[in-house]
């Protein structure tokens, strides 16, 4: 049987600028939302950080379901869904090559978001749909 989803991405997505003077709980709150939402078929694991100026700035993995996307590439599929949204702003995706580079990175702020948010507003940072992070949650020490 064929795998009913595509390979890794990799990406990185930021908040629409209209939304960086709104709180942490309004901009978490839209944009997990959004990312909900739009890609509730997908296998999308993410993690929160903030940028120096408290604005919410994802970090993740995805997996797209093939039956979903029919017959356009990943990339399209992405950057065609989130154009429409008003939460979202400037947005990356690429193929995953190298998963422990990707995820060191993207957990390399965690502690000092972990306790930006706990200030603010008690929320895990990962947010984990069909278990994607479960593959490489032995990769990198948190």
Same mark, same amino acid.
Request: aromatic share 12%; proline share 5%.
């Given at each position: 049987m064929?795998n009913?989803?595509?390979?890794?991405?990799a990406?990185t997505?930021?908040?629409?600028?209209? @939304?960086n003077?709104?709180? +942490?709980?309004?901009?978490?709150?839209?944009?997990?939302?959004?990312?909900q939402?739009?890609?509730h078929?997908?296998?999308?694991?993410?993690? +929160?950080? @903030?940028?120096?100026n408290?604005?919410?700035?994802y970090?993740?993995?995805?997996?797209f379901?093939?039956?979903?996307?029919?017959?356009?590439?990943?990339?399209?599929?992405?950057?065609? /869904?989130?154009r429409?949204?008003p939460?979202?702003g400037?947005?990356? @995706? /690429?193929?995953?090559?190298?998963?422990?580079?990707w995820?060191?990175?993207?957990?390399?702020?965690?502690?000092?978001?972990?306790?930006e948010l706990e200030?603010?507003?008690?929320?895990? +940072?990962?947010?984990?749909?069909?278990?994607?992070?479960?593959?490489?949650?032995r990769?990198?020490?948190?």
């Amino acid at each position: 049987m064929e795998n009913e989803f595509t390979q890794i991405y990799a990406f990185t997505l930021t908040i629409n600028p209209k @939304l960086n003077k709104s709180t +942490i709980v309004h901009q978490l709150n839209c944009t997990a939302r959004s990312l909900q939402a739009i890609f509730h078929h997908a296998k999308i694991s993410t993690v +929160i950080e @903030l940028t120096p100026n408290y604005n919410v700035h994802y970090h993740g993995m995805i997996q797209f379901r093939k039956t979903e996307i029919k017959d356009k590439a990943p990339e399209s599929y992405w950057y065609n /869904k989130l154009r429409s949204h008003p939460t979202i702003g400037y947005t990356v @995706l /690429k193929v995953l090559t190298d998963e422990t580079k990707w995820v060191e990175y993207i957990l390399k702020d965690v502690p000092r978001t972990q306790r930006e948010l706990e200030k603010t507003y008690y929320s895990p +940072i990962l947010f984990d749909v069909h278990g994607l992070a479960d593959t490489y949650s032995r990769m990198a020490p948190v």
